[in-house]
């Protein structure tokens, strides 16, 4: 059974960190690219970032580059997303997602964790 469960999300205050985390399990983590999106009520889910399978290379959106990063650790069948400086419109329900290396869509989601963050 495949599972992806996000755990971190919480309160923070304007300009602090929280970390997140994604835990998989019931497939071959190390053969998926995992992403990070964020959705807020009433907009459409935003791809935050994605890390390739072997960790090597990530890619951010424009709002969150410099102030977010990806990691994974393939032997804990585990992705990160470090954030930092956060900002109130970082505020959202974050999913981490999983896709087969070159597959065109995401295969797997999480059921996501909020992060709010107060001005």
């Known amino acids: 059974q495949v599972q992806l469960v996000e755990s971190g999300g919480g309160?923070?205050?304007a300009g602090g960190s929280l970390r997140l985390a994604c835990s998989a399990s019931g497939f071959t983590f190390s053969d998926y690219v995992m992403a990070w999106f964020?959705?807020?009520p009433g907009k459409e889910?935003?791809?935050?970032g994605l890390?390739?399978?072997s960790g090597g290379s990530t890619s951010y959106v424009d709002?969150?580059?410099g102030r977010f990063t990806i990691s994974r650790d393939n032997a804990?069948?585990?992705?990160?997303?470090?954030m930092s400086s956060l900002r109130p419109e970082d505020t959202a329900v974050y999913y981490c997602a999983a896709r087969w290396r070159n597959n065109a869509n995401f295969d797997y989601w999480g059921q996501g964790t909020q992060v709010t963050v107060s001005s």
Do not use: D, E, F, G
């Not at 889910?45 to 935050?48: C, G, H, I, P, T």
């Not at 804990?76 to 470090?82: A, D, F, G, P, R």
């Open 76 to 82: 804990k069948n585990t992705v990160y997303l470090q």
């Open 45 to 48: 889910s935003l791809l935050v």
């Open 63 to 65: 709002s969150v580059k």
């Open 38 to 40: 964020r959705r807020t």
């Open 51 to 53: 890390i390739s399978w």
């Open 11 to 13: 309160l923070a205050q």
